[in-house]
């Protein structure tokens, strides 16, 4: 293979977010989240599992922050727990929440990371979910005072915040489909959820600008490759209407300011009610977009979404390996959108690790993985995609939501019985990328 050489200052770094690796669920003042409370909920976590602990990371930053430097990482982007911050949601901020965001900061920054910040990966405060959650529109400045409060703190060290992460996962897997926190089940209810995180996010940036004009501000969306099952021009006009009417939820009212009208026809009644001045909230310009993706569906026009592809790879968490998806994914959004600079803010796989005798972590399927969506990345790159740099999922193996901690997605291994670290041979080869700026 050629090696691929990417530009000098390449943002090369690795996720991770609060509820999946923190731990210390319930210290130092911190409030419960949705997810403590689900998690705590039986049946609702495969074994049982919790964020009780999980990678103890609250505790042990400072080792995880030395392993991020002996992978050379450039950047570091982790999320806050709201809670943590403020116990109820509003009203009393907790200084002990603030001071360990604050020592992580200034411990990444020591270490040479820059730290780029997640202001919600889903661990929303149980206290405000009791009053009307998402729903409600009344709590949606909430959002943005959180926002200021961090913001205060850490603007002076932190360049690049991001409101959202997966915003569509809060509203589907949240609302829709019941399969995360808070575990409801109702559609219209996923869309109006849909239809407020845009609010929130724009009361947000507004916000973080009130603090300090000079913060680069982006969101953080999930945007999987929709490709057509053949070149017939039914299944091409099939997937370009899964992929209107269901993928551009976000990305539509972000950069076109109004939704699209796919969406709008196939939602029906279902579609969500909006106010005045909405869409120019939400449409405001931000410095840079989050993409994560991991993954395509593909799509026929007389069977839906086809699943498996025969001669596939599949991951642990049964989703398709197709790199060039990704290549696919990221010209279509720059193509249809006026795109601020975008960020690879995850990609990653899970795969069964085992420890082999030699005490090392062979992942090469992870490894491998890594290899292809780098190289697809370059070339969307090379296609004119103006990507600024690109963080794996994740740092550490952590709580895989519902999942709880059967699927590994780590660069570094973690043994949650002793909570040691191991960094995997794709840890080892991806410093070398990093040291390099090359991938072979
Ligand atoms: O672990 C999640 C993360 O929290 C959000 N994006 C997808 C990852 C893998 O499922």
Redesign the pocket.
């Known amino acids: 293979m050629t090696p691929t050489k990417f530009p000098t200052q390449f943002l090369w770094g690795a996720?991770t977010?609060s509820y999946?690796i923190e731990g210390a669920w319930n210290e130092d003042g911190k409030g419960e989240s949705i997810w403590d409370r689900f998690s705590h909920t039986p049946g609702k976590i495969n074994n049982g599992e919790t964020g009780d602990e999980a990678c103890d990371h609250y505790h042990r930053y400072p080792e995880d922050i030395a392993l991020m430097r002996q992978l050379g990482l450039k950047a570091y982007r982790f999320s806050v727990s709201w809670p943590r911050i403020l116990p109820a949601g509003t009203g009393r901020i907790s200084e002990a929440g603030l001071d360990f965001y604050d020592r992580l900061t200034d411990a990444l920054l020591a270490a040479n990371i820059e730290p780029f910040i997640t202001l919600h990966?889903?661990d929303y405060p149980q206290a405000l979910f009791e009053q009307g959650g998402w729903i409600n529109r009344d709590n949606l400045p909430a959002f943005a005072d959180y926002a200021a409060v961090l913001a205060k703190r850490l603007g002076d060290r932190i360049q690049r915040w991001t409101t959202f992460?997966?915003p569509g996962?809060i509203a589907w897997n949240g609302y829709a489909d019941g399969e995360h926190a808070p575990g409801e089940k109702d559609i219209p209810k996923a869309m109006q959820v849909t239809h407020n995180l845009m609010v929130a996010h724009g009361l947000a940036v507004q916000a973080l600008r009130g603090v300090d004009p000079k913060l680069e501000i982006g969101i953080v969306l999930?945007q999987w490759g929709v490709d057509p099952a053949s070149d017939d021009p039914a299944d091409i006009a099939a997937a370009d209407h899964a992929w209107n009417a269901g993928e551009t939820a976000f990305l539509h009212p972000l950069f076109t300011g109004h939704y699209h009208p796919e969406m709008v026809e196939a939602l029906g009644e279902k579609f969500p009610a909006t106010r005045p001045g909405d869409m120019a909230l939400i449409a405001q310009k931000l410095d840079f977009l989050g993409i994560?993706s991991?993954s395509r569906s593909v799509i026929s026009a007389s069977q839906g979404r086809l699943s498996p592809i025969p001669g596939s790879e599949y991951t642990e968490?049964n989703w398709e390996v197709c790199a060039p998806a990704f290549r696919r994914v990221l010209n279509r959004i720059n193509n249809n959108y006026r795109v601020p600079p975008i960020y690879i803010t995850?990609n990653?796989a899970?795969f069964p690790d085992k420890i082999s005798p030699d005490g090392h972590i062979h992942d090469e399927r992870r490894l491998d993985y890594l290899r292809q969506h780098f190289t697809q990345v370059r070339l969307a790159m090379q296609d004119g995609v103006d990507i600024r740099g690109y963080f794996v999922?994740?740092l550490l193996d952590?709580f895989?939501?519902a999942f709880g901690f059967s699927?590994r997605?780590g660069l570094i291994h973690v043994d949650f019985e002793t909570q040691k670290r191991i960094i995997k041979d794709s840890g080892l080869w991806y410093s070398h990328v990093i040291s390099t700026n090359t991938v072979e």
């Open positions: 996720a977010a999946q990966h889903w992460n997966e996962v999930s994560n991991y968490m995850e990653g899970a999922w994740s952590n895989e939501w699927k997605f």
